[in-house]
């Protein structure tokens, strides 16, 4: 099946990036919206983490991810970083014609849909949260309260895989607790390893206070993209399994510790494969 995509004959592939392992939680909502679409990730384990660098550099890998992603034929971008998206999707989009998806702007879209009271949280690493990228796009689209709260915590306990340990509820419970007082009525889970946490995040936050996950945000965003725009008519049927085994996963770093952490993120048997980027 072929479409047209920015004036070019071609089928649509999603090149995801992420900073690490934390992106995979993209690519289960992505195959879980549109099974069939070929799948390109790659996970800069080499570099992780993104959300405790500067700006500067964190762009400048985001540059050579996506390089990367598109000499592998990628055609459609997805950053799965939140740490990446808040601070280089303009500059991605500068650089170049395809179309690119971000975690951000979906997820606000959606928080206007589902605030009642404008009152929001949000929770992210300190790049995401110090680049007030949430509070900039929220504020262009509706006079809402943004509270941001940093969580380097939580990256670390979800990649030991302290899922359901009380020390990690605890922690949580800590990062949650100063948003609760402020009366806010929306969450936003603004980094790629919260979704693994959400039942704790939820449970702390309280039944009054919705959760938005921008890894299902933006699979439906993209999902919307191919088939509106691109116009092909069901890319949503087919098998999982076979798609997965389609699929590429790239890592610039595919040590014992990635591999354990990657099968705690992906619940499907994938074929990881190392890489060293060449694009500097
Ligand atoms: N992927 C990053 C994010 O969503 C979290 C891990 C990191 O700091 O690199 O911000």
Redesign the pocket.
Known sequence: MSVTIDGYESIPVIGVF???V??LTVVKELKRAIPTVPLIYFGDTAR?????KSQETIKRFALEDTKFLLSKGANIIVI?????ASVATSMLNERFDCPIFE?ITPSVSQLLRLSRRGRIGVI??R??IESGVYEREIKKRADYVVIGVPCPLL?PLVEEGWLKRRETKMIVKKYIHPLKLKNIDTLIL????YPMLKDVIARKAGKRIKIIDPSKEVAITVRDFIFNKIGVEDYSIGDYMDDMDRDKFYFSDLGSVTKEVIRRFIDRPIDPKKVVLRYN
């Open positions: 992420d900073s690490g934390g992106g992780t983490p993104y959300g405790t799965a970083c939140h740490s990446a975690v992210g690493t790049a995401t990256v603004g980094c790629t390893h």
